[in-house]
T-cell receptor, first 108, second 122 residues
Framework: DIQMTQSPSSLSTSVGDRVTITCQAS??????LNWYQQKPGKAPKLLIY???NLETGVPSRFSGSGSGTDFTFTISSLQPEDIATYYC??????????FGPGTKVDIK | QVQLQESGPGLVKPSETLSLTCAVS?????????WGWIRQPPGKGLEWIGS?????????NPSLKSRVTISVDTSKNQFSLKLRSLTAADTAVYYC??????FGLGYYFDYWGQGILVTVSS
């Protein structure tokens, strides 16, 4: 089974700061990696698919990169409404889907 | 606009079977997407339970496969989850979701229900 790790598990930073979250797969998953945002009491929301593709309607301050085993999710300028937990999710091989443990983002 | 809505009991006893239904509107479950179930224990992360393709093929998380059945009712445009032999560890918010797909750009969960909290307790 492919294991996913995320770091950090939580972070606290200021509005306007750049936020970077990493996700690592235990083996090569090509670009089969998605990113979701989950606010308290809400369902997850798709932000990035296939490692670097921005979902329609998602602000351009969100971005993703990487391939193989190492992936990065970035918020270029943190906004108050970005307070949430962020999850990576892989789907290699299909049709098995595994989520990372999540990164909680908070404002200082 | 695609919408999904979970329904079912909020409290189930240990050793019993959980039955949940996901009603879909704005899309047909017969029209070529995967549809699935994901759960989230309180304060914890997300776990994929299983999915089905419109052809009727089902896929399950190996860790839950022996206890899970996903079925489809195309006449009502809904699908269901049955999880057997419940324990307290199955207490979670259960989500149904659609797998979006873009050729060459893979699969992703693009539409989600609001989730339903299921507590396993006597």
């Amino acid at each position: 089974d492919i294991q996913m790790t995320q770091s950090p598990s939580s972070l606290s930073t200021s509005v306007g700061d750049r936020v970077t979250i990493t996700c690592q797969a235990s083996q090569d998953i090509s670009n089969h990696l998605n990113w979701y945002q989950q606010k308290p009491g809400k369902a997850p929301k798709l932000l990035i698919y296939h490692a670097s593709n921005l979902e329609t309607g998602v602000p351009s301050r969100f971005s993703g990169s990487g391939s193989g085993t190492d992936f990065t999710f970035t918020i270029s300028s943190l906004q108050p409404e970005d307070i949430a937990t962020y999850y990576c999710q892989q789907y290699d091989p299909l049709p098995l889907f595994t989520f990372g443990p999540g990164t909680k983002v908070d404002i200082k | 606009q695609v919408q999904l809505q979970e329904s079912g009991p909020g409290l189930v006893k240990p050793s019993e079977t959980l039955s949940l239904t996901c009603a879909v509107s704005g899309d047909s479950i017969s029209d070529g997407h995967y549809w699935g179930w994901i759960r989230q224990p309180p304060g914890k992360g997300l776990e994929w339970i299983g999915s089905f393709y419109h052809s009727g093929t089902t896929y399950y998380n190996p860790s839950l496969k022996s206890r899970v059945t996903i079925s489809v009712d195309t006449s009502k445009n809904q699908f269901s989850l049955k999880l057997r032999s419940l324990t307290a560890a199955d207490t979670a918010v259960y989500y149904c979701a659609r797998h979006g797909y873009t050729f060459g750009l893979g699969y992703y969960f693009d539409y989600w229900g609001q989730g339903i909290l299921v507590t396993v307790s006597s």
